[in-house]
Every structure is written in C-alpha cells, then in structure tokens.
C-alpha cells in the first residue's frame, strides 16, 4: 500500500529551526512531486513549496522563499522540509502530499514554536 | 491577494443534498482545474474529487464535482453522518506560482 509516514511532533524555541521527514512506501518516490502543506490551529490549507525528487528541483510560495528548504534523498524515498527562524506563527500541523493532486498524504507533524 | 472563497459553514440531515461552493478568479479557478478534499476531524485531508468532476477509486459517487468560469461547485447527495467534516477546494494560482487552497466549509449533520 502506497503511504506517506512523517516524522515525529517536534517543540521549538523561537528563532530555531525545525526539519520533518516525509518517508515514502512503493517505488513512486523519485516519480512524482511531493508538496508540503501546513494548517495552523483552527485554521486552513497553506501551500508551501514542493519538490520533484527525480529532478532535485524545488519551488516555494514567495511567503516561505527565505526560510524554506525542501530537499530529497532518493537512496531512503524520504523528503525533507527545513523551516528556519521560527516564530510563533508557525505552530501548526505540517503535511507532506504527493503529486499535484495531492492524492496522498502524510499522517501529519506538529510543531509547536514556544519558548 | 488572490483567495478561494468558500462558504464557512452549511449543514444538512441525513439523506438531503448540500453543495459547496468555490469563488476564485482568472488566475486560479478560471484558468486551471479544481479538486476537493475532505478532512474529517483531527486526520490528515483526503482527495474527494480531482480535475473538476473526478472522483478517486473508492471515492462513493454521492459526492459530485463541477466548474463554471471562475467557481467550483462540491455536491454531496445523500448526506450522512460520516460526512460531517471541513471541506476544501483547490486550485493552481498562476500568482503564486503554485496551489492555492479554499478557505474551507464545515458541513455539519444535524
């Protein structure tokens, strides 16, 4: 069964960094695009950026530009999502979803920016 | 800023019809394809309709999809209590060079 499994939930300090991992199942990794997406508390769906791991191309919303960095490591079918300077605003649950589609998704991390 | 705007909330009993409705413009509804997800309470999202009116395998064909120039439409007949969740459309925004998501519907069972 085709699957996303992320990483586990993470608390931060203010100004840190935070990196989540997106490990897929299948050999559907290096084909097509993974997205990140993030929803803060009682709010909605934010894109964030994506990448095509047979490509190592990534593209992200102008909002994150500064901050973001999306890479993937074909060898383990795992993508990564790194977010610096973290501020309070960014407590939110982080997903990881394939294709542009978004056909499947990741279970989910949580990341708490708190100090 | 270009935004997908959704009604906040409808509700319904079980077996009536509810629609959802998604109001973009030019660069993201009216010039590229829709799809809807479903997010039950405390899960990750699901893929409910793709390209306007498609429904993934295993996706009941009680829940329809449409597109009319710059809005969308999301049709759930026979409405149950299993449906009760937030609903988000999607589509590519040539302005943000990427998807924009909806502001989402909650649908409530009454």
């Known amino acids: 069964q085709v699957q996303l499994v992320q990483s586990g939930a993470e608390v931060k300090k203010p100004g840190s960094s935070v990196r989540v991992s997106c490990k897929a199942s299948?050999?559907?990794?290096?084909?097509?695009?993974i997205n990140w997406v993030r929803q803060a508390p009682g709010q909605g769906l934010e894109w964030m950026g994506r990448?095509?791991?047979?490509?190592?191309?990534?593209n992200y919303a102008q909002k994150f530009q500064d901050r973001l960095r999306i890479t993937a490591d074909k060898s383990t079918n795992t993508a990564y999502m790194e977010l610096t300077s973290l501020r309070s605003e960014d407590t939110a649950v982080y997903y990881c979803?394939?294709?542009?589609?978004?056909?499947?998704w990741g279970q989910g991390t949580m990341v708490t920016v708190s100090s | 800023q270009s935004v997908l705007t959704q009604t906040p909330s409808t509700s319904g009993t079980p077996g009536q019809r509810v629609t959802i409705s998604c109001s973009g413009n030019?660069?993201?509804?009216?010039?590229?394809?829709v799809n809807w997800y479903q997010q039950l309470p405390g899960t990750a999202p699901k893929l409910l309709i793709y390209?306007?009116?498609q429904r993934p395998s295993g996706v009941p064909d009680r829940f329809s999809g449409s597109k009319s120039g710059a809005s969308a439409s999301l049709a759930i007949n026979g409405l149950q209590s299993d449906d009760e969740a937030d609903y988000y459309c999607?589509?590519?925004?040539?302005?943000?060079?990427?998807?924009?998501f909806g502001t989402g519907t909650k649908v409530t069972v009454l």
């Open positions: 990448i095509i791991p047979t490509l190592d191309i990534a």
């Open positions: 979803a394939r294709k542009q589609t978004f056909d499947i």
């Open positions: 390209r306007n009116n």
């Open positions: 999607a589509a590519w925004d040539d302005s943000l060079n990427g998807p924009r």
């Open positions: 299948g050999d559907f990794f290096s084909t097509y695009t």
């Open positions: 030019s660069s993201n509804i009216g010039n590229n394809t």
